[in-house]
């Protein structure tokens, strides 16, 4: 067990630049905060590669030490400048970034698709959704919200344990539901859509969930098996992307 008292240690400098893709990237790991996110770690199977700690929150579990790679206690100070909260629980943990690109052998089950969904809120409430209903994975398009960044991580609350979670061409990977004969919905407004209550998707399918303003990809919604719209009783326009999720799933 180290301790470490001073924001400029090298360790902290690294844990700090946690909450960059870029470095997430480059170190091939991601920041857990709290002890939630940890304990589900755990349950998960995950190696914790650092624990870090400060020296109360350590005390209390000393049997935590054990399950970790290298132990570090420090200070209030440190916690709050490495995570991304106001009020840090005073325990966090370094595990490996999951390869995000690695493709299923055989595609089965329910799948949840984001093309451009930038609010973190958004795309970790949706996987913690989709996790919550059954579905089996998660696949992001490149220019949406990092799915291991600090924002949706807290969000998902574990939620990335239980799921496949990958980025990828949804082009693609509509695609290659198709050529299986698993169907693939699109969420649209719009009255010649499909209203979702009609539709008996079976076990393998696709629910595709677009950018907050602007909607799906007009390409993507050409290219699905149909598109779906929630049909509503009172005046709004529309519904936050989450919620509309929350009912499709």
Sequence with gaps: MEEL????????????????KKYRKQSGEYLLDGWHLVNEALKAGNQINQLIGTEDQLAAHPDLQAQAGATYVVTEEIMKHITDTVTPQGIAAVVDLPDAHRVPEKITGAWLFLDRVQDPGNVGTMVRTADAAG??????????????????????????????????????????????????????????????????????????????GQGMDQRLLAQTTANLYIPMRGEAESLNVAVSAGILM
């Design 5 to 20: 008292t001073s924001v400029h240690n090298q360790h902290v400098k690294n844990w700090k630049k946690l909450q960059t």
């Design 135 to 212: 579905f089996t994975g998660g696949v992001v398009s490149n220019r949406a919200a990092d799915i291991f960044g600090p924002k949706v991580v807290r969000s998902m609350q574990g939620s990335q344990f239980h799921l496949q979670l990958l980025e990828g061409d949804l082009k693609k990977w509509i695609a290659d539901f198709k050529k299986v004969g698993a169907p693939v919905y699109g969420t649209q407004l719009n009255p010649a859509a499909k209203n979702f209550r009609t539709v008996k998707p079976g076990s393998t399918f696709a629910l595709i969930m677009g950018n907050e």
